[in-house]
């Protein structure tokens, strides 16, 4: 899971705890109307729902993250009818027609859609099978064996003498392992063989990460994006 897919999932989940503030807030100073409700409440629902389904990956959840920002887009309002959905925060403009009514439209969820549309388009795109392994996981592309060596070489660059000679003595040909992710399989590759596990570069993270083989396969790693340095000083090297 990417950095920007993670921020539009953090965004959902705070739209929708910030949309039950709101709630409760228009119900205390007794402005909260059945209509108001009616509105409101789906939309705080869809937003944590699509929030925490994104975060496990969940392609029906980003869709239902990017109709709650489409809902959140436009704002109506005449003599007859009024529409208006924002969780939280909002940025509109508006234009207005004397006795006509009000056409609104709100930036920043705008922003938010067009954005997870990108993502979602991304995401979507097929993915260029592996040579060393195998097709990628979904729609998803993974790191190439060449492209984790010039990785490697250039984060050795930010690394401690120390932790240099460490990584040297420890370092292996990268090859594949299983991996757990979101509740499937996937695979990582494997950079180093230690007495603490095995250290593996998990490139849906975007970061180094320790493991112990169970079962076969590496548990879910934490979503974490550690540099290769920062991985061997927490080692002690």
Not at 175 to 192: D, F, K, N, Q, T
Not at 214 to 226: I, S, T
Request: charged share 15%; hydrophobic share 55%.
């Amino acid at each position: 899971m990417t950095k920007q897919d993670k921020f539009i999932a953090v965004f959902l989940i705070f739209q929708g705890l910030a949309g039950i503030a709101t709630t409760l807030w228009l119900a205390a100073l007794g402005g909260l109307s059945t209509g108001v409700l009616l509105v409101l409440a789906p939309a705080i629902v869809a937003a944590l729902i699509a929030g925490v389904g994104s975060f496990r990956n969940l392609s029906w959840a980003r869709a239902l993250g990017i109709a709650v920002f489409a809902a959140q887009v436009p704002s109506f309002q005449t003599p007859w009818f009024f529409y208006s959905v924002w969780l939280g925060v909002h940025l509109n403009i508006t234009l207005s027609w004397i006795d006509a009514g009000k056409v609104g439209v709100n930036l920043l969820a705008l922003a938010m859609l067009i954005w997870a549309l990108l993502r979602w388009r991304a995401l979507a795109k097929p993915a260029a099978s592996d040579p060393v392994r195998g097709p990628a996981l979904g729609a998803w592309q993974p790191i190439t064996v060449a492209e984790l060596e010039l990785l490697v070489v250039e984060q050795l660059e930010a690394c401690s003498p120390s932790e240099r000679e460490a990584f040297a003595t420890r370092r292996v040909p990268f090859y594949a392992v299983p991996i757990r992710r979101y509740g499937a399989m996937g695979s990582v590759l494997v950079v180093a063989e230690l007495p603490e596990g095995l250290l593996y570069y998990e490139d849906v993270e975007g970061g180094f990460e320790m493991g112990i083989l169970e079962d076969g396969a590496l548990p879910e790693a934490p979503c974490q994006q550690f540099e290769l340095t920062h991985l061997l000083h927490r080692l002690g090297f």
